[in-house]
């Protein structure tokens, strides 16, 4: 470069019929310019001179001629590359080395190409669809099933049971009862509304009632001892015209001895063995 500036800002030597830099409106002789400003090539350790191309990323500079992928060496300049651990690659050898490989086709996901992620695993956005209708799934609810993702839509239409309570769909979860798919949610007491999903209670016709709401409603109580029968734990018990006992409850009066498979007579609201009932 020639210009009316005449001398080197740093060595004061004549500029005339000589290269020289500008810097900040100063002029400089080549000599003093890299000696001064010249960055050093990251590859070569060199000063980049200021006739030579300086390739700058992120506050680093190499030579045109060093910008090369660390790995196959290839150039970079004017190709896309990345940079891991502050090593540049280009983009083939950073794919074989740190991309993720989709879940569906195994293929490399490329530098720079949307990738999806669910459940621990990276797919193509154009791998990432609903088995049933091949449509995008994208960020839209999903549901999988041995393996394969499906819409909502299609999940419902194929394979859902629908909540015999509610009637809605059952995407997880739900209970079985008589047969019939249930929300764990709706399957509540007919009694009370308590959700009985992990919790004991009684069958009456068809309808599940929570073990209070069906001693209350329905159980019989011991003549004996006035406390409820169930049928929980297989408990025995004894019916005789409009009485019930627990079955070991069902003892002689007088005595107290089991009645439980003998004979027995009646006296009032008393239930009294053989050899009492005669020796009364």
Known sequence: MTSSHTDCHYCLQSLRGRKYALREENAYCVTCYD????????????????????????????????????????????????AKDEVLLCTECYSDEYSSKCFHCQKTIMPGSRKME??????????????????????????????????????????????????????????????????????????????????????????????????????????ACKKTITALGGGKFISFEEHQWHGECFKCA????????QGFLTRLDDVLCQRCGSAS
């Open 254 to 261: 007088k005595c107290s001895v089991s009645l439980v498979g």
């Open 118 to 223: 669910f459940k621990g695993s990276s797919w193509h956005e154009s791998c990432f669809v609903c088995q049933y209708c091949r449509q995008p799934l994208g960020t839209k609810p999903l549901i999988t099933k041995n393996n394969e993702n499906y819409c909502m839509p299609c999940f419902e239409k194929q394979f859902a049971h629908h909540c015999y309570s509610c009637k809605k769909v059952i995407t997880s979860g739900g209970v079985t009862y008589h047969d019939q798919p249930w929300h764990k949610e709706c399957f509540v007491c007919a009694g009370c509304n308590t959700q009985l999903s992990g919790q004991r209670f009684i069958s009456k016709d068809e309808y599940p009632y929570c073990i209070d709401c069906f001693s209350r409603l329905y159980a019989k109580k011991c003549a």
């Open 35 to 82: 000696s001064l400003f010249a960055s050093p090539c990251e590859e070569c350790k060199q000063p980049i001179e200021c006739d030579s191309k300086d390739l700058a990323y992120k506050g680093r500079h190499w030579h045109e001629g060093c910008f090369r992928c660390a790995r196959c060496s290839r150039s970079l300049v004017e190709k896309p590359f990345a």
